[in-house]
């Protein structure tokens, strides 16, 4: 039998919960014939634009294969759009593209949202949000050395 760590178990548990919440909402986002990972690539844009492709590669989970051809597709279908400038690429959110993003933004949050009131309280939702700040801090150092 296998000795796991409890830090490993963490581990397993909040990577099938993740992989649980991006299924969930890809069900939920079919809606509005958009991907979770799509919603996400349009919130980052649209929150931090003009952003970089490097910059957007490291704000968001998907691989840098994945993201061109999501690039590809979010531009073809208006919502995104790239300019070059030298060596890099910005992308920025279309007016078609903002109007998307307004369009599932709430909604996606209030479903996000009920996942978690759904089971937990509010102290509970407190306490793992500290938590999970501090992990995804520490994993954030050791990305940086």
């Not at 073809?76 to 030298?86: D, K, L, M, V």
């Not at 920025?92 to 933004?105: E, I, M, N, Y």
């Not at 509970?124 to 150092?141: C, G, N, P, S």
Request: hydrophobic share 35%.
């Amino acid at each position: 039998m296998k000795k796991n760590t409890l830090g490993s178990l963490i581990w397993v548990r909040v990577a099938r919960f993740t992989h649980q919440s991006a299924r969930l909402s890809n069900d939920f986002l079919k809606q509005y014939d958009i991907t979770a990972a799509q919603f996400d690539v349009l919130n980052q844009v649209g929150t931090y634009q003009p952003l970089s492709q490097s910059e957007l590669a490291d704000k968001i989970t998907i691989s840098a294969g994945g993201m061109s051809r999501m690039l590809s597709r979010l531009e073809r279908e208006g919502y995104i759009e790239r300019t070059s400038e030298w060596k890099t690429k910005w992308i920025s959110l279309t007016d078609l593209g903002q109007k998307k993003l307004d369009s599932v933004f709430e909604q996606q949050l209030a479903f996000q949202t009920s996942l978690m009131d759904d089971c937990l309280s509010e102290a509970e939702q407190r306490q793992l949000y500290k938590l999970m700040t501090k992990v995804q801090k520490h994993a954030e150092k050791k990305l940086d050395r």
